[in-house]
């Protein structure tokens, strides 16, 4: 069973009661689910999975002056619950996984997360927080929050990057996937430096991923889930697999063969499958950005759509 559904159905066995119950005074303040680290947040646990940090478990967020007055209670009545549950063995924390369910304070779960307790306000706020952190407070669910304090911050993150940021965001890294993918690739191959091609190819599928996940405006999760998640997208999820193509291609340098220092300036070189590849990945990304308005030029180049995107703003 998906972690998720699994903590859903423990909280409404065990966990509304016990708050109900034991502490109807606050009840109206708990905001329960699960959201946070960890793939069963993401949907994308499996049985890989299991060995840490999975288990019957729930959150439940205080405001700080209910979790100051009422939190260690709350947390003595949550550990008094069944730890086994519908089948599955008590949750097995590592010791960096602690402290992720429970009673929580509500302001310092996202303090801890994104690095201040609230939405961000102004542009370089939001470039001050990092996408993974806000993929990471937005993931997973909440199954009931009487006061809406705790989703009244959720929906504000999820409401996206403004304009602006998301622009540039854009921008940057559809330069980043042309520096890497479209120019220094070739380059590291020409001259045989075979970890710098790689890194180079590494660049251009982290950033070719996180291009996709702005086109979608949805954050991008932690890089271990990035390529995961793209199956969930609905602009350009296609691009997913044909990244995965590159990892599937026979080594190409033979292809590099006999390649002089002013060869393949201003063609590709066809014989490496990869660059098809890579020029396959950035033709899809330049038809969607056309057919979004965001950029008016044709040619393959990420690069030269950047001035277009900036031109937005």
């Not at 994308?44 to 840490?52: G, R, V």
């Amino acid at each position: 069973m998906k972690g998720l559904e699994l903590s859903q159905k423990y909280y409404e066995a065990y966990g509304r009661q016990m708050i109900r119950t034991q502490f109807p005074e606050i009840a109206d303040q708990a905001a329960v689910g699960l959201v946070g680290f960890g793939s069963e947040c993401l949907g994308f646990d499996d049985e890989i999975s299991s060995d840490h940090d999975y288990g019957p478990s729930f959150c439940i967020w205080l405001p700080r002056g209910t979790y100051l007055q009422c939190g260690n209670r709350m947390q003595a009545a949550y550990d008094a619950l069944p730890k086994e549950f519908m089948g599955c063995a008590a949750r097995v924390e590592e010791e960096q996984g602690k402290g992720r369910v429970g009673a929580l304070c509500l302001e310092d779960f996202y303090l801890e997360i994104l690095g201040r307790d609230g939405v961000p306000k102004t542009d370089a706020e939001w470039f001050a927080v990092s996408e993974t952190a806000l993929a990471t407070a937005t993931n997973g669910a909440v199954f009931e929050d009487p006061c809406g304090k705790f989703t009244g911050i959720r929906e504000g993150l999820l409401a996206y990057y403004p304009k602006e940021v998301w622009l540039k965001k854009l921008a940057e890294s559809l330069a980043k996937a042309a520096q890497a993918g479209q120019y220094n690739y070739a380059r590291a191959m020409k001259r045989g430096e075979r970890i710098a091609a790689e890194i180079a190819l590494t660049e251009f599928v982290k950033e070719a991923m996180q291009i996709v996940y702005l086109l979608n405006k949805k954050y991008a999760p932690f890089y271990k889930w990035m390529h995961r998640g793209m199956q969930e997208l609905a602009i350009c999820s296609e691009i997913g697999d044909m990244l995965a193509l590159l990892y599937q291609i026979p080594d190409p340098a033979a292809a590099w063969e006999g390649v002089g220092a002013g060869d393949f300036l201003y063609h590709l070189n066809t014989d490496d499958g990869r660059v098809l590849v890579i020029e396959a990945v950035c033709n899809v990304l330049v038809q969607t950005l056309n057919e979004m308005g965001l950029s008016n030029r044709q040619d393959n180049f990420l690069q030269n759509h950047v001035g277009e995107i900036l031109g937005e703003i």
